[in-house]
């Protein structure tokens, strides 16, 4: 089983719509959790921290259950410019006392006019 | 505050030549990792450095493959002997050691041909 796993994709949605993207993780003592996004050819960057009592960021909105070892990110009014791929990102600790981040492999957005 | 460097940010050797792969991290930051990323797949995590150590480098291939990250200068990540399957992007990244600031950032990334 791999350690993140994300729905492949593509999605492709109209301007407008509003698209969620799931996440599973398999270690139950990964301890912090992000979202981050890739487009064509660039290097992946933040796009919101994921917090077990849900997190808001305009029209982003990220989910934790920890219980289920899911996380979720919902995207409202999805415009053009949402078009990229959507990395879902477990942070782990390991017993040196060092994090590790694992990637999902990620899941790409095509919005379309 | 400058982001993360990489250099070059494209690459080619042929086949049997070495690579050599630079990542400055972010000011402030002792924490470098490199990942791999082959085309249309995710990234894949290779190697974790403190400055003058190797922390992880369990996504390390055995051979052809080292990382160093020395007290003065950038981390390296260095290629022998490059096949055709190691095109690939390489991105580095970095992050402060402080519970709650876990998070990473990239840097742009060295793609790298091998023809």
């Known amino acids: 089983r791999k350690e993140v796993e994300q729905d492949p994709g593509p999605f492709n949605v109209p301007e407008g719509a509003t698209v969620a993207f799931n996440c599973t993780y398999s270690?139950?003592?990964?301890?912090?959790f992000f979202w981050y996004r890739q487009d064509c050819r660039k290097e992946p960057k933040l796009l919101m921290s994921v917090y077990s009592s849900g997190n808001e960021d305009g029209r982003f909105t990220a989910q934790l259950n920890r219980a289920s070892q899911y996380i979720s990110l919902l995207i409202r009014d999805s415009k053009l410019s949402d078009s990229a791929t959507y990395l879902c990102?477990?942070?782990?600790?390991?017993?040196?006392?060092?994090?590790?981040?694992?990637f999902g492999a990620g899941t790409r957005l095509a919005v379309h006019p | 505050n400058a982001g993360v460097m990489q250099n070059p940010r494209h690459l080619v050797r042929r086949r049997g030549q070495e690579a050599r792969l630079r990542c400055s991290p972010m000011k402030g930051h002792s924490h470098v990792y490199w990942y791999r990323q082959l085309p249309e797949e995710g990234l894949k995590f290779m190697v974790y450095l403190q400055k003058e150590n190797i922390i992880d480098e369990s996504g390390m291939p055995k051979e052809r493959f080292s990382a160093e990250f020395p007290k003065e200068g950038p981390s390296i990540l260095r290629i022998q002997q490059v096949v055709r399957g190691d095109s690939a992007a390489y991105f580095c990244a970095s992050s402060p050691y402080r519970t709650g600031e876990n998070e990473a950032f990239f840097g742009q990334g060295t793609r790298l041909t091998v023809v």
């Open positions: 990102v477990v942070n782990n600790m390991f017993s040196g006392g060092y994090n590790k981040l694992i």
């Open positions: 270690n139950s003592a990964s301890q912090s």
